[in-house]
């Protein structure tokens, strides 16, 4: 390996962390327009990050100390070496066969890190917020997986990211249906609205972070800024060929009319604001350009608009959807997927 | 300055202490967040726990039972933070001065637990979210 290729490499982690925050800028700002409202400046998330750098950490007294302070340690790390295996995949195209098992593990890794430090601070709230994060854990890992399978069958086996990112399994019915489902787990991993039962500011009081502060809180947010990189990444490898100018003209076409519709829809229900509309043609143009990202913000909107337009489940309900109508829903897909593959049938 | 402050000033978040208000100070902060103040173009966020907090707002009178949990609340937030008594009852007691239930005004009860503790008042009963936001802002300045 050449001395370039090493920077490069360290290079990664802060371009991640910058771009985490970005994107976590880009939840709050575009959660604000749904809501009416203008919004946090740019540099807020960053800003966010370095004044708890510069708070106290207070440790609770029956907490198991190094447990506490590992956690999001533990879970910062997992993120990060996500995203680097998907920065491999992604610019490097290195085939290294079996990456997407080891992302499928780590993908849990940030969950784990959460229930370990919500159950080592000695907090009622941070121990009902760890038991509901354990149950949405199980929940949605089945129909992850499950949605992994049809894209395993869709490309016909491939088991390495960049091997899958060659392939768009979401332009046939089985693909859709196990991207749409993919999504929701997404959501919930992510700890976005209709799953954020383990946070539920407004019962738990920020549930399993609830004594975390100073320093390792900071680490916390820095860490889920990255997941909002890492994870719509990795649906965009498995589902929607990846980052590549290929397919300029197929997913990036349909994610920059699924954008506008969304857009304009938005802007006759409510009447006012050039903004949408500018933002629009901005998004238009810009994901006809940047086939590659565009994907990546389609599915970044996708996520906030289903953040934005739901209440919180309970955790009984989420349980029911993941394992009743997701499985089911999955199941059928690969049904569809072999079947597809059988007879030669690329659209099912 | 040190880039603590700094930074301080650009991102607050703020955790809400009840101490014994009549709901319409509270009624009153809740508004900054609506779409027509919107305080989070700010950095201003409402958070669940004290210890991610940066400010206390109070509101109302403390009264003797409220006492120890507002105590326990500073003790519990992570410092720096900076303690604002919102409305006439929390900066002075108020309508409630002299009462039989009342502890003190806040700034008293805390400088007692914590004799350098920041505060800056947002007088008013109930204060106007315009008030509050100026309150805030101005004070920040003054740090
Ligand atoms: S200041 Fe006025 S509005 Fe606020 S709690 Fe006291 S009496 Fe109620």
């Not at chain 1, 009622?124 to 949605?147: D, F, N, Q, W």
């Not at chain 1, 933002?279 to 350009?289: D, E, K, Q, T, V």
């Not at chain 2, 900054?32 to 726990?49: A, N, Q, W």
Request: one cysteine or more; proline letters at 5%.
């Amino acid at each position: 390996m050449s001395l370039f290729t090493v920077l490069l490499w360290i290079l990664v982690v802060p371009v991640t962390i910058v771009l985490g925050l970005a994107a976590s800028w880009i939840v709050r700002k575009v959660s604000a327009l749904v809501q009416w409202r203008v919004g946090p400046p740019l540099f807020q998330p960053a800003y966010d990050v370095i004044k708890l750098m510069g708070k106290e950490i207070l440790i609770p007294e029956e907490a198991n100390k190094s447990v506490f302070m590992m956690a999001p340690l533990i879970g910062f790390v997992g993120v990060l070496l996500l995203s680097l295996i998907l920065w491999n995949a992604l610019a490097v195209q290195r085939p290294f066969v079996g990456d997407v098992i080891v992302a499928i593990y780590l993908m849990v890794l940030p969950s784990l890190a959460l229930i370990l430090g919500g159950s080592s601070s000695a907090s009622p709230h941070a121990s009902i917020g760890t038991a509901r994060e354990m149950k949405l854990v199980m929940g949605y890992e089945l129909p992850l997986v499950l949605a992994f399978i049809v894209v395993l069958i869709k490309t016909g086996g491939q088991l390495s990211l960049a091997g899958i990112s060659q392939q768009v399994p979401v332009l046939s019915i089985s693909g859709m249906l196990a991207f749409i489902v993919a999504l929701l787990c997404v959501q919930a991993k992510l700890g976005f609205v209709p799953f954020d039962i383990a946070e539920a500011e407004t019962e738990l009081g920020s549930g399993v972070l609830m004594e975390y502060s100073g320093a390792l809180l900071a680490l916390w947010k820095v860490m889920q800024a990255v997941m909002l990189v890492a994870l719509p990444f990795f649906l965009m490898i498995l589902f929607l060929g990846g980052y590549g100018t290929n397919h300029l003209t197929g997913v990036g076409a349909i994610s920059a009319i699924i954008l506008l519709i969304v857009f304009v829809v938005g802007r006759f229900m409510s009447g006012r604001s050039k903004f949408l509309d500018v933002m629009a043609l901005l998004s238009f143009i810009g994901i006809c350009i940047l086939a590659g990202l565009g994907k990546y913000v389609l599915i970044l909107v996708l996520l906030i608009l289903i953040k934005n337009t739901n209440p919180r489940l309970k955790i009984d309900q989420a349980m029911k959807f993941f394992w009743g109508f997701c499985t089911v829903t999955l199941v059928v897909s690969i049904i569809l997927a072999s079947l597809g593959n059988y007879y030669n049938v690329s659209w099912l | 300055m040190s880039w603590k402050m700094w930074s301080l000033k650009k991102s607050i978040w703020v955790f809400h202490v009840n101490t014994g208000a009549c709901n319409n100070c509270d009624i009153e902060i809740v508004n900054c967040l609506t779409p027509k103040y919107d305080i989070e173009r700010f950095g201003i966020k409402l958070v669940g726990s004290p210890r991610h907090a940066d400010a206390l707002l109070v509101t109302g009178v403390v009264t003797l039972q409220a006492l120890p949990r507002l105590l326990e609340v500073y003790r519990q937030t992570a410092k720096p933070c900076v303690v604002f008594p919102i409305g006439a009852c929390a900066c002075d007691t108020g309508i409630f001065y002299n009462g039989y239930h009342v502890a003190g005004p806040v700034d008293k009860i805390i400088r007692e637990e914590d004799p350098n503790a920041i505060i800056a008042y947002v007088p008013g009963c109930p204060p106007k979210p315009e008030a509050m936001i100026s309150g805030v802002m101005k004070a920040l300045s003054a740090i």
